[in-house]
């Protein structure tokens, strides 16, 4: 990790201009009503902010939004304090530990939440199997019977919380929702651009198969607002590829062994070569080891939330033309994010929008070498972790905070 270098936040540079292009090959933005840009150029897409919030704030924060989709609102916790002095009570929600990220997430928000004197106790749970909306929103209700002042949920299916997170906002419990966004004012969403990434991670894939080939489309879970965000981004995408041909979507549910069925058995009755793989995140390594089980040409493919096991494949394979392009995404900087907005809420700051943006740096055939530890191979679990010094800094969130000279401690 002491070699990594800090890398620029494309998602900033990317929204500062429609002509800019980075320096591992990323697609030039392309205006959006255009329709004869060259395949792999990715549209300039406004962000969903009917009411213009984002016009008020530094245009440090504006950049970052671009193409956002999840209605941008008002926050209803401008002015939320929970109802009683420190230390406070968190609680944590999350989907089935069915993935090393997933587990490694759960262990770090834990851990940087019990670091601070704010807070007291922290309540962890998670639901036994992946996408069980219904059971995770018992989990939830249970959260903030024991007493919860502030809870960070991780929602499978986010309708199913709207109208439970206004019921506890009414009971004077805030929201975070932390990697799939809830269209709500009652949720401090705390997500990844899901647009941004997943685009320029496309672009460079695309490029890499010269604009044309078979392509498999492997989803996460369907119902997550992050797996729809991410497969409306391609499209938009793969509008520009007439040579680009999806040739089967299957689901993956983040979970190995699930991804490996769906790979495998998709691959028993599609004898035709395949040029490459789009997935939603953190399922790089069994698309990986279910081609060469069963005997196939490995393709390139996009490594959202960019894993260790990956990063070796591509050092090993890199000569012979694999690419595996996509964007950080490790479990520290987001549960430092996440914690970092918990902790402003909880001694008063006022938090502004219902959104903020975890921006996540580009890896690019250009730097991806610079990130590689040689003790890895595809077996080893866990995402890149990025160095600390691409967080998001403390000047970006005091301008989405009414009141950030509130001492946090």
Not at 90 to 112: C, H, K, Y
């Amino acid at each position: 990790m002491k070699r990594m270098i800090v890398l620029a936040l494309v998602v900033a540079a990317a929204a500062a201009t429609a002509a800019a292009t980075s320096s591992g090959g990323v697609a030039t933005l392309a205006s959006a009503g255009k329709t004869t840009a060259a395949c792999g150029s990715v549209p300039n897409v406004a962000p969903n902010d009917p009411k213009h919030l984002l016009a008020k704030l530094p245009r440090a924060v504006r950049s970052i939004y671009n193409g956002y989709s999840t209605k941008i609102v008002p926050s209803a916790y401008a002015a939320w304090k929970p109802k009683h002095k420190a230390p406070y009570t968190v609680g944590i929600v999350m989907d089935a530990l069915a993935n090393p990220s997933q587990t490694a997430q759960f262990n770090s928000l834990q851990a940087d939440l019990k670091a601070s004197k704010l807070v007291k106790n922290v309540i962890a749970v998670s639901a036994k199997t992946g996408g069980d909306a219904a059971g995770e929103l018992q989990l939830y209700q249970s959260v903030i019977q024991q007493g919860a002042d502030l809870v960070i949920l991780q929602p499978t299916s986010p309708p199913a919380f709207v109208q439970a997170i206004a019921a506890a906002a009414k009971q004077g419990v805030a929201t975070i929702s932390t990697n799939s966004p809830i269209d709500s004012p009652y949720a401090v969403n705390v997500v990844p651009n899901a647009y941004v990434g997943p685009a320029l991670a496309l672009s460079n894939l695309l490029r890499g198969m010269g604009g044309s080939g078979n392509l498999l489309e492997v989803h996460g879970i369907p119902s997550t607002s992050v797996d729809q965000a991410t497969f409306a981004t391609f499209a938009k995408v793969l509008a520009n590829c007439p040579n680009v041909k999806v040739v089967g979507e299957i689901d993956g549910n983040f979970a190995p062994p699930a991804v490996k069925a769906a790979v495998l058995g998709f691959l028993a009755t599609h004898p035709g070569s395949i040029d490459g793989v789009v997935q939603t995140a953190v399922m790089g390594p069994p698309i990986i080891q279910s081609f060469i089980q069963a005997g196939r040409p490995v393709p390139s493919i996009t490594d959202n939330v960019t894993s260790a096991g990956v990063l070796a494949y591509w050092a090993a394979h890199a000569s012979s033309g694999f690419v595996a392009p996509g964007f950080a995404g490790g479990t520290n900087d987001s549960s430092n994010l996440v914690t970092r907005v918990a902790f402003r809420m909880l001694v008063g700051q006022g938090v502004k929008l219902n959104t903020i943006i975890w921006h996540q740096p580009q890896i690019t055939k250009a730097n991806f070498q610079k990130f590689v530890d040689p003790s890895w191979t595809i077996d080893t679990p866990g995402n890149l972790e990025e160095p600390p010094s691409t967080y998001t800094k403390d000047s970006v969130l005091d301008g989405l905070f009414n009141h950030p000279s509130i001492k946090t401690k």
